[in-house]
């Protein structure tokens, strides 16, 4: 089903990416293009710009990091590049180091 929204919506979207290998544990690494299809349709959704919106990623697994902040990318294309070219770091699932980094979007 695909993402809509209307022309011209604003947003900053913050997208919290879980690299532990339980995302591949039972469905391989098609799992994980699954969610970077669904980062993708999310990222063609809305109107990318900086003055439009902005999408921000933060990966986590054993511990949390910052792929990419609003200001990174200025484009669709750009960010869907970063998020296509984007490979499973595996570990642990903590989600509880992501709060901190999720202020650095």
């Known amino acids: 089903m695909p993402l809509c929204v209307d022309d011209g919506v604003i947003a900053d979207i913050g997208v919290v990416l879980d690299h532990s290998t339980s995302i591949v544990a039972r469905g391989g690494y098609a799992s ?15 109107p990318i710009g900086p003055q439009l919106t902005r999408v921000g990623v933060v990966g986590f697994s054993n511990k949390a990091w910052l792929q990419f902040g609003f200001s990174r990318y200025h484009n669709a294309r750009q960010m ?3 998020v296509q070219h984007t490979s499973i770091r595996g570990g642990q699932t903590n989600f509880a ?3 901190a980094h999720v202020d650095c979007l």
């Not at 994980?32 to 809305?46: D, E, P, S, Y």
């Open 97 to 99: 180091q992501v709060h």
């Open 32 to 46: 994980w293009t699954i969610v970077l299809g669904f980062v993708t349709q999310l990222i063609n959704a809305f």
């Open 80 to 82: 869907i590049y970063a």
